[in-house]
């Protein structure tokens, strides 16, 4: 059974980093279009970042370019989002899922297949 588990969301102040794991089990995340979202309360899933099962090309949205990196370790089975310089807007419910269909960058939720549990992020001082 494909599944997926996010960890390592938290608090930290503004400025601040957290790195944010997604482990797979039951299926191989290096040949799936992995993707990273986020829900505020009260606001639609939006894209956070995204990397193809392709050609492992990533997408940054355009509110956390330059400050988040997508990446994935093959051997752990893991993706990782790599946050840096945390705002005060970042706080969401980080969730990751799993496009088993696309070659490449996938954006929109509606395709994905598998989705975790999520992982809360607050940026506080």
């Known amino acids: 059974q494909a599944q997926l588990a996010e960890s390592g969301g938290g608090l930290v102040q503004p400025g601040g980093s957290l790195r944010l794991s997604c482990a797979g089990s039951g299926f191989t995340l290096e040949y799936n279009t992995i993707g990273w979202f986020r829900q505020a309360p009260g606001k639609e899933r939006e894209v956070v970042a995204c990397?193809?099962?392709?050609?492992?090309?990533?997408y940054d949205a355009d509110s956390v370019k330059g400050r988040f990196t997508i990446s994935r370790d093959n051997a752990k089975n893991t993706v990782y989002l790599q946050m840096n310089r945390l705002k005060p807007e970042d706080p969401s419910v980080y969730s990751c899922?799993?496009?088993?269909?696309?070659?490449?960058?996938?954006?929109?939720?509606?395709?994905?297949?598998?989705w975790g549990q999520g992982t809360q992020v607050t940026v506080s001082s």
């Open positions: 899922g799993a496009d088993i269909e696309s070659l490449g960058i996938s954006m929109i939720s509606d395709a994905y297949h598998y």
């Open positions: 990397i193809s099962s392709s050609d492992s090309s990533t």
